[in-house]
């Protein structure tokens, strides 16, 4: 069983950055692939980055790619998702999720198989 546990979220102006912070209970990284999802009010959940288990490959929703970066630190099992140039669209409940047994960044909700319990971000315009 690994628990994810998110923080960093918050209350931003468009423009701001943030950064979100993916503690795992145990280790996760150099065994499970690794991603953020994030579901806006009444929208579903969709994918916004993901990282391979060996940390090689990452992948980004069109809507992130060149503002947010998906990064790890081995040694504190935590991944980190930057967000930067942040739009009043990006508000959403963000969440985190590791998986294991797929290669590369994996993109599909439901090949991941734990999740965190989620950390707001709001960016007001």
């Known amino acids: 069983q690994v628990q994810l546990v998110e923080s960093g979220g918050g209350l931003v102006q468009a423009g701001d950055s943030l950064r979100l912070s993916c503690a795992a209970s145990?280790?996760?990284?150099?065994?499970?692939?690794m991603g953020w999802f994030r579901r806006a009010p009444g929208k579903e959940r969709e994918f916004v980055s993901g990282?391979?288990?060996?940390?090689?490959?990452?992948d980004y929703a069109d809507s992130v790619k060149g503002r947010f970066t998906i990064s790890s630190d081995i040694t504190k099992n935590t991944v980190f998702l930057q967000m930067n140039s942040l739009k009043p669209e990006d508000t959403a409940v963000y969440y985190c999720?590791?998986?294991?047994?797929?290669?590369?960044?994996?993109?599909?909700?439901?090949?991941?198989?734990?999740w965190g319990q989620g950390t707001q971000v709001t960016v007001s315009s």
């Open positions: 145990r280790r996760t990284l150099s065994t499970y692939f």
């Open positions: 999720a590791a998986g294991v047994g797929r290669r590369g960044a994996v993109t599909i909700t439901d090949w991941y198989t734990y």
């Open positions: 990282m391979s288990w060996d940390g090689g490959s990452t």
